[in-house]
């Protein structure tokens, strides 16, 4: 069989990958390079199909040739190839990168206003926002940042705002916010009725629509802002330092009294200072002062010392990331060394669960109410496979070398009997445990599996994005990197709205899911992890899917079972019917109206479903054959 034919074309395609990837990262030149040289050390079959069969670049002899370097044919036709890659990379990369300045000049600019500025979706998902707002979510002023998404205080507040808005219903929303609750406290002395912060005013607008998805602008501003420049007052209306301060004063709601306190000045002083201002600004009344000064640009731009008193955007922006933050887990060093890690939730003298996660997920995806767990009586343990979340990466370690893993974190917790159940992509390790554990399974539980993937017709029972995959990983898995690292880098520029085209493709069941902050959020986190582990671990946990799977029926006596919904958009029905065939006949449970998500749509029914299979009459028959 000629193995030679794919091979140009597999390594080509990766260089070009890699042009256009080296362009916005340069430390991937070497690596790029090599694929270059790579091209040009092919075998003299493969040379010579690659390169059109011309007599005068191959070599009698077999084995792996060294093309000619220089200014060979071979070299003037690679570069033929890639040099127009080369010049579209550049052109798309600086065009980007222009993009990229015009997008922190605007960015700069918003960070100027003293206003909090958002720019949202109808779901609240925060699109951009400046400093200022990033200042007011972190303070808890009435607003927040949950899971990339925008709320109030009440939570519908702002959400029925925004929907009235872009739905039209009216042309812009104001609203007021509320402080959380504090617990009380004996007022400070000298405290005036001007300090007190009664709350955000916020104001809703439509922007209009971008990609076909409707965007609202949202303003909030709170009475403590600090909102005129002292060095642009000076500058603007060429008054003093102190005559500056006493105007920020002034501006800001105080009283000749209060300003002058607050400046540690004389009343007198004040007055004076006043009068000069007045002359200086032409007018005659303090009212006439406040409309000259709101009638001038001054109040968009905090000044420099007003910024310098705010936090910076990156610390802000790092503070509020880390509310995203996943929780410890457990995990154990197997004897090769490597870490293993695994959540362990619910009740802990409960009945052991092992749930074999799917694809780009992990230890912390489970249902957000952990009650359930404790209710049931079930305590579940989700292991990281190899390279997935905390769990140290091993390359030659596929679906068959999982089992041992897995005993020794059984061994380490003293678990002997256990239930096993997998979602979507677990369900050939799930297996592989069912095989290797026999008795020692009380129950088998495969939720939305995928299907077996051994030729291009398998394939046909997934969607059309997943096909595209699976043809990839089946045919030319040394492609799966350069593919992956697409994704990769879309949940890297911005992992909510990565989640937000997972959720638009999902069916209306599955909508309440995603509605739980707590679950987006530890989603992010968990596809954010997956993201510094690179392109080509995510590769890899594909490639087991297709070539790391030996269908085999559980061992004869275990009870099983299969749910699958009938509007998977991942993986049609039909598919997973067959495979339940495959399997010996296990009972399937076809779930109407039910999406890839049915797991967590469906926690608890499906783990009481899985209680039941573990009867006594089961454990009987499974302790006999033991």
């Known amino acids: 069989m ?156 702002l959400a029925s705002a925004i929907v009235r808005v872009l739905d039209r219903q009216q042309d812009h929303a104001c609203l007021r916010v509320e402080q959380p609750a504090r617990p009380p406290s004996a007022p400070q002395e000298g405290a005036s ?30 009475p403590g802002s600090r909102a005129l420049s002292e060095d642009g007052l000076c500058a603007f209306f060429s008054l003093s330092p102190a005559e500056a301060r006493l105007t920020q004063q002034l501006a800001l709601g105080q009283s000749m009294e209060d300003a002058a306190t607050a400046l540690g000045v004389s009343h007198n002083t004040a007055k004076t200072q006043l009068k000069k201002v007045f002359a200086k600004v032409g007018v005659k009344r303090q009212p006439e002062l406040l409309q000259a000064i709101y009638a001038s640009p001054l109040w968009l731009d905090m000044g420099p010392q007003s910024r310098r008193l705010q936090p910076r955007r990156a610390a802000l922006q790092a503070s509020l990331a880390s509310a995203d ?105 799930a297996l592989a445990l069912a095989q290797h554990f026999g008795a020692r399974v009380q129950a088998l539980g495969l939720v939305s599996p995928v299907t077996p993937v051994q030729s291009t017709h398998d394939v046909r029972f997934y969607s059309g994005q997943g096909r595209m995959v699976l043809l990839v990983a089946l045919h ?76 085999q029926a559980p061992p004869g006596g275990m009870a099983c079972k299969m749910w699958h919904g009938d509007t998977d958009p991942e993986v049609h029905w039909h598919g997973v019917q067959a495979l339940a065939q495959t399997l010996g006949g296990i009972e399937l449970k076809i779930v109407p109206g039910a999406g890839h998500h049915l797991l967590l749509c469906h926690w608890q029914t499906i783990l009481e479903d899985l209680k039941t299979l573990r009867s006594p009459s089961v454990e009987g028959c499974m302790a006999s054959l033991a």
């Not at 206003?115 to 927040?144: D, E, P, W, Y």
């Not at 090769?336 to 749930?355: E, K």
Request: hydrophobic share 45%.
């Open 325 to 429: 933050a996943l929780p410890a887990g457990s995990g154990m060093r197997l004897p090769d060394g490597r870490w293993i890690a695994w959540s362990d939730s619910g009740d802990p003298q409960g009945w052991p669960v092992l749930l074999c996660h799917g694809f780009l997920h992990g230890q912390h995806d489970r249902h957000p109410d952990d009650g359930i767990l404790q209710r049931l009586g079930i305590r579940l343990l989700i292991p990281e496979r190899p390279g997935c979340g905390d769990s140290d990466a091993a390359p030659n370690r596929g679906v068959d070398q999982w089992p041992q893993d897995v005993a020794h974190m059984l061994d380490h917790l003293g678990i002997d009997r256990f239930g096993l159940v997998s979602w979507s992509m677990g369900a050939p390790y």
């Open 476 to 551: 030319t898995p040394r492609l799966m990197p350069v593919l992956m690292e697409t994704l990769v880098k879309g949940i890297r520029r911005d992992v909510y709205g990565f989640l937000e085209e997972i959720i638009s493709k999902a069916p209306p069941s599955e909508k309440a899911l995603f509605e739980s902050p707590l679950y987006r959020q530890r989603r992010a986190a968990v596809l954010l992890q997956w993201a510094r582990r690179g392109a080509s671990m995510v590769a890899n946990e594909s490639i087991q899917a297709v070539h790391g799977w030996k269908v």
């Open 2 to 157: 000629d193995t030679y034919t794919p091979r140009f074309p597999e390594r080509m395609s990766a260089v070009i990958g890699l042009i256009y990837d080296t362009a916005a990262d340069e430390s991937l030149w070497p690596q790029l390079l090599e694929g270059m040289a790579d091209l040009l050390v092919l075998p003299h079959d493969g040379a010579q199909a690659a390169l059109g069969a011309r007599p005068e670049l191959a070599r009698p002899e077999a084995g792996p040739v060294a093309l000619p370097t220089a200014t060979s044919e071979a070299e003037q036709y690679l570069w033929a190839c890639l040099a127009p890659h080369f010049a579209r990379s550049q052109n798309m990369h600086a065009e980007l990168r222009e993009a990229e300045m015009e997008r922190d000049l605007l960015e700069r600019v918003m960070d100027r206003l003293p206003l909090g500025m958002a720019i949202v979706n109808a779901q609240g998902r925060t699109i951009s926002a400046n400093r200022a707002m990033l200042a007011l979510a972190q303070s808890g002023a009435g607003l927040a940042l949950q899971a990339g998404h925008l709320v109030s205080t009440p939570p519908q507040a």
């Open 193 to 222: 009725p001007a300090q007190a912060d009664p709350g955000l005013s916020v104001w809703v607008s439509r922007l209009g629509q971008v990609a076909g998805q409707s965007r609202a602008m949202v303003l909030a501003a709170s």
